[in-house]
């Protein structure tokens, strides 16, 4: 059986980022590095997405988009915080209108720091997600078998349980 | 009996083959682009991945449309292969196109609505190429079986290449390929984020992909019933033809960007009329 690993999918928010990150992200993605080889994809589309990479920090209008996005990715899913902004704020953190990193509203499992995060540090990131993905998997795989449907994982796995690898 | 055998090797050969293609598909667009690209196998990865993940459905009608969408499209295929009458084949594809509509509107998210009802503009400009090509193949054979238009003697192509070329020309549609992935937009970060298949997540968006699989098997026969004429030797030829006709798919592909709807409806009905109905004048006065 191929493990899932194989397939993980991404979907790419811009919080309150300056961008920096974000071209970052691009720039890793881009046919130069060809992350399709891994077969990482590049979606727009939070149901179909695997891994959640997010760039900038969380303020008051994006907390709620943030969330819900996180809610419409099926199980099992990893998040990915990229550059400090998303770690912890950074640079806007004593903003206003910014409520912190993006651990602030859904559990984050990946930090990756710098300002802006090189695309080398990125990539580790990924790597680091898809194995914790695959990890997920298959203890989805485990309470599946014995829930007998796959909805039962939902109720069973506690959110305490995916803030591990901070 | 022999109906039996080549409907059982459909249903069991044609996802293998359909998502070999694809993933050659992608190994060659990536080439194209100087890439290494995916492993040959990757849709299946894909697709096994896609099954193991928790099912969120928007509307439990919605699993109810796809399947049928996915039943109605094995049945197409089955009846081809089984050498019945094509033009059963196609209103049948139809139908199954109608339910794949239902399954996107159904989640009534503006995307996926959009890209729907792209998918019915997309289905009126490659509906009257298929329907000549049906015509194309009673005016030549006598008959609408396919069976006997695939195992008779002549080599249909000789006398349809406007058809064939038009057949070609929807093809590009019909598999949501670029210019025309209106529907559906193939890569990532577009308006209409994934059309169609936006609120398709896990199971669902595995039983789409593989119901793709199986239509381009069907739709990669049909051009090979474009070159049948009942030799062994000949079976050859009608593989080669078919692969070229999918390499001039992806490289299509890969060198254009996409198109609005009414052009794109405007230039498959052009080229339908164009190719396929000069063709088809000639075919009646010359006969
Ligand atoms: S971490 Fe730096 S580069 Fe990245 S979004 Fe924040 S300020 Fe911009």
Redesign the pocket.
Known sequence: MAKVKRSPWLLHYDGS??????I?VLAALTPVYDAERFGVMNTGDPMQADIFMI???INTQNAEVVKQLYDQMPRPKVVVA?????CTG???KDCYNILGGADSVIPVDIYVP????RPQAIIDGVVKAVELFQQRSDEHDKLVKQGGRPDAAKDAVKEDKEVSNG | MNQTIAVICYIILAPIIGGLLEGLDRKVSARMQRRVGPPLLQPFYDVIKLMKKQVIVVSPAQTFALISYFALMLLTGSMFFAGMDILLCFFVMSTAATFLYFAAVISSSPYATVGANRELIQMMAYEPAVLLSCVGFYLIEGTFNVGEIAFSKTTDIIYLPGFFVAFVFILTIKMRKSPFDTSTSHHMHQEIVKGLTTEMGAQNLAIFQVTEWYENVFLMGVIGLFIMNGTTTNIIIAVVVILLTYFLEILIDNTSARMKTDMMLKLSWGVTLFSAGVNLLVLMLVR
């Open positions: 980022s300056c961008n920096g990150c974000d970052e760039t900038g920090g990229v550059g400090v902004c998303a950074g640079v806007f710098g300002c802006a995060a």
